[in-house]
DNA sequence: AAAAAAATACCAAAATATAGGTATTTTATA
DNA sequence: TATAAAATACCTATATTTTGGTATTTTTTT
């Protein structure tokens, strides 16, 4: 049978280098390519007839969702696996959406991976941490946030206060302030010290 | 000559994983052990002869700096590199000051760690991202933050107010207040939105 | 022991965020 | 083309942060 012709996307060339060793490990697994964004994601997967992609979530330029999203529209028959630090659970949507095929946090074992990819090759999907990613499915699709309330966020985290928010946007200030009580009520969170730091940790900003 | 013994600690496995099959390549290196946490660096540390030790600065427990510290009191022969996901600033004067002797990014290869590791086993100090740790000492010293600070930057960010911070540590509401001016101030930022961003990003939290 | 750094505490005014609402218009989606 | 979702806008009151000061005590370093 003819391996499995995998790429490897990740900004951290030393992950890359430490993938491609777990997977050369593995006969019918073969390291295509190793990228450091998804536009190079792209490129590679338009030139090269790969099976299936390994692909981080935080990137530089294009990352690893938004690439999914294109990669499944595009060669639907690419299998997709996201490789993350942490947990996220504001994309779990997304990755149900996209129709992402695996999802392992890179706290795990290159032998987890190697199962991973086995069991999407297979047709199956794996979802290792599937507790970790999804415990709440409805709680995180309930909390979703509107594109226009993450511009908001964004702009809290770079310290513009509503009436620069406003202004930035050209919409009115009160419109600001409603988004703000809307984001927090949506999060579950008191304040904005809370926002960010939820915000910076699940990598919405 | 007898292969250097390596520790490696990172709080991901497959980091870990990779980290060993790239020294594994390597016939005067050898992975002595593996940990995820501080804590296990130094018991593994204080039992077994180990010549360096791979850290992460991000673990649960103890962290690598802190780590580090302990470290180059209790057994200052064993040589520390530290290989961290981003440059933070904040901490240059830390690794000068304990006296660790390497620093790189995980955005590197493989090949980059080993060079590392054999420059300090050496007796060389290897900083190949200086620039990027360093690139204005002055400034990182002049914003240094004092521990008690820290401890208020964390509270905040996990939403408290300055009461609530007071009470907690059993301070007056106006000392919380002055710390809070002094931080901002220090780190030169305008809010306590633009602060938890910082902090996040530079891992003071 | 002296000097420097860190932590402590207080005052007062101005600027901003938060909490409680209601309501209309625009844009997607079924 | 209905219907739902998202984005828009406003009001009032209270809570909290931010700014600009001064100053003492404790701890660390030289």
């Given at each position: 049978m003819?391996p499995t ?5 990740d900004?951290?060339?030393?992950i890359?280098d430490?993938l ?8 019918n697994?073969?390291v ?7 536009n ?11 099976d299936?992609v390994?692909l981080d ?5 294009l990352?690893?969702?938004s690439?999914a999203?294109i ?5 639907p028959h690419i299998k997709?696996?996201i490789l993350t630090?942490y947990?996220?659970k504001s994309f779990v949507n997304?990755?149900?959406k996209i129709g992402i095929?695996?999802?392992l946090?890179k706290?795990?074992t ?5 199962t991973?990819?086995?069991r ?10 599937l507790k970790?990613f999804?415990?709440d499915?409805?709680?995180v699709?309930?909390f979703?946030?509107?594109?226009r309330e ?26 600001v302030l409603?988004h703000?009580k ?5 999060l579950?969170?008191?304040?904005t ?9 699940q990598q919405?900003i």
């Amino acid at each position: 049978m003819k391996p499995t012709q995998i790429l490897l996307a990740d900004d951290h060339h030393i992950i890359l280098d430490g993938l491609k060793v777990v997977l050369s490990n593995n006969d019918n697994m073969q390291v295509a390519g190793m990228v450091t964004n998804g536009n190079e994601v792209l490129e590679f997967a338009r030139k090269y007839p790969i099976d299936l992609v390994v692909l981080d979530i935080n990137m530089p330029e294009l990352d690893g969702i938004s690439c999914a999203r294109i990669l499944k529209k595009e060669l639907p028959h690419i299998k997709i696996i996201i490789l993350t630090m942490y947990p996220q659970k504001s994309f779990v949507n997304e990755i149900v959406k996209i129709g992402i095929d695996g999802c392992l946090l890179k706290n795990n074992t290159g032998k987890e991976l190697i199962t991973a990819i086995k069991r999407v090759m297979g047709g199956q999907a794996y979802f290792d941490h599937l507790k970790a990613f999804s415990d709440d499915k409805d709680e995180v699709i309930r909390f979703k946030l509107t594109p226009r309330e993450i511009e908001i966020i964004k702009a809290i985290s770079n310290g513009l206060k509503s009436e620069e928010i406003a202004e930035q946007l050209f919409i009115s200030p009160h419109t600001v302030l409603t988004h703000r009580k809307n984001i927090l009520k949506k999060l579950g969170v008191n304040n904005t010290n809370q926002l960010i730091k939820y915000a910076t940790k699940q990598q919405i900003i």
